[in-house]
């Protein structure tokens, strides 16, 4: 699949700072030291529904991850997927009797124009599950033959039992696993399972549903965490630097992703840091598409509201908050663009060489953006209450809040 078009990343004086980021695995900050490519995979859309602000939280977090590593000079490798085929779209297709192929195009499409439209930078490599099958199919045969997958009424399951650091990311309790995974497209209440936790991995064809050769695994379509693992792996290699998405798929999503790999590769760990953003909510509950509270992207857009105050609101949160969408959260930010514009309007202002500092050092420490926007609040301060004499200050304001933050004043 194609990605979407890249904004110009401004480069800054002075030295960037190397990112030092929370892992859920382990509990604490680490500090990455990836070499001069950094490799990022961030777990993308299912699309079969427009893309809500919750979304747009979350890879704004990954977004600010890629700008901290641009800013020390190194490049970066960044894969993102689409699920663009699993039982939610195929679900919605049927509902709205439409196809589901032409749903998940259409609203991909959308993805992109709203991803575009917020500065986000695109992935490297953007690959959907559908065209990822021919290289998932071996790696399910892989585990077959390694004896961590079984066969169930036509079905394949990856055998939890096989990787003995299942359970290393999430550190969850079995009975935690057993909740969230019903709730999160696993069906532990299956019979003839070894252990009720254990996900798909090939889904055999079932009337109705699309389906693709599989080889020895017979018609059918991959399970959801093998194809993020197919396509991590394949793009990126084992022991990348950051797995990256929200909150809700540390279980199972990437506890099952890190297992499939460890065992396919006989390597730990998958990836050095595994990184979620918290949940956005409207009125008091997850913003989600199969409960239908959405504030969407591209209907704020559509609304005529400025993607930058949209990346401000955003950026007004840290990334692992928990934290809920209000129109005065959208209001606060379009105030604040509108002193931080007014702001770089002059030709000279206040110093601005301890301001980039601060900026590079809040986002180094764990992303923390709201604390990268209170050091700009107090510069543009400073310019509007007595100005300032640095010629070109602004311009290196304005410089750093697009390169760092995304956003252009
Ligand atoms: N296709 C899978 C990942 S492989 C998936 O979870 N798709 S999704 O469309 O449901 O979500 C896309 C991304 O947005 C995921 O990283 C998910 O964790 C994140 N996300 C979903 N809802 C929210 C929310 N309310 N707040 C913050 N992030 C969210
Ligand atoms: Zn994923």
């Not at 575009?116 to 490297?124: Q, V």
Request: hydrophobic share 40%; net charge negative.
């Amino acid at each position: 699949m194609h990605a979407w078009p890249a904004s110009e990343v401004p480069a800054l004086p002075g030295q960037g700072r190397d990112l030092r980021i929370h892992d859920t695995a382990t509990g604490g900050p680490i500090t990455l030291d990836p070499g001069p490519v950094a490799r990022l995979y961030v777990c993308g859309i299912t699309p079969y529904d427009a893309t809500h602000i919750g979304h747009a939280a979350t890879y704004n977090a990954f977004d600010l991850v890629q700008r901290v590593w641009l800013d020390t000079k190194r490049q970066v490798h960044y894969v993102q997927n689409v699920t663009d085929v699993d039982d939610p779209l195929l679900e919605r297709a049927e509902r709205d009797g439409v196809d589901w192929a032409a749903l998940a195009e259409q609203e991909t499409q959308l993805f992109r124009e709203d991803m575009t439209a917020l500065r986000m930078l695109p992935p490297r490599r953007y690959v959907g599950a559908v065209e990822a099958i021919p290289g998932i199919v071996p790696l399910v045969e892989r585990l077959c033959d390694l004896g961590a997958a079984y066969e169930l009424e036509g079905d394949t399951y990856f055998s939890v039992e096989a990787d003995p650091h299942f359970g290393q990311v999430s550190h969850l309790e079995s009975a935690a696993m057993r909740l969230l995974s019903a709730e999160r497209g696993g069906d532990p209440d299956r019979p003839g399972k070894k252990n009720p936790l254990d996900p798909m991995l090939w889904s055999a064809a079932r009337e109705g549903e699309p389906s693709w050769d599989g080889g020895s695994l017979g018609r059918g379509r991959p399970g959801w965490h093998i194809e993020c693992v197919a396509i991590a792996l394949d793009h990126l290699g084992m022991g990348f630097d950051v797995q990256g998405g929200g909150s809700d798929l540390v279980f199972p999503h990437h506890e099952m992703g890190a297992s499939h790999a460890q065992v396919l590769t006989g390597e730990f760990p998958m990836a050095k840091a595994y990184v979620h953003a918290g949940m956005v909510a409207l009125h008091g509950e997850k913003m989600s598409k199969s409960k239908g509270n959405l504030v969407f992207v591209s209907r704020l857009r559509q609304d005529g509201v400025d993607p930058a105050s949209i990346r401000l609101a955003l950026l007004s949160h840290h990334y692992r908050a928990d934290w809920e969408w209000t129109d005065q959260v959208l209001q606060d930010a379009v105030t604040r663009l509108g002193h931080w514009r007014a702001a770089v309007s002059r030709p000279d202002g206040p110093s601005v060489e301890v301001l980039v500092d601060e900026i590079r050092e809040a986002l180094a420490n764990d992303l923390d953006a709201p604390a990268a926007l209170t050091a700009v609040d107090r510069w543009a301060v400073t310019q509007e209450r007595q100005g300032g004499t640095d010629a070109g200050a602004p311009g290196i304001v304005s410089r750093a809040v697009d390169a760092l933050l995304g956003v252009a004043l």
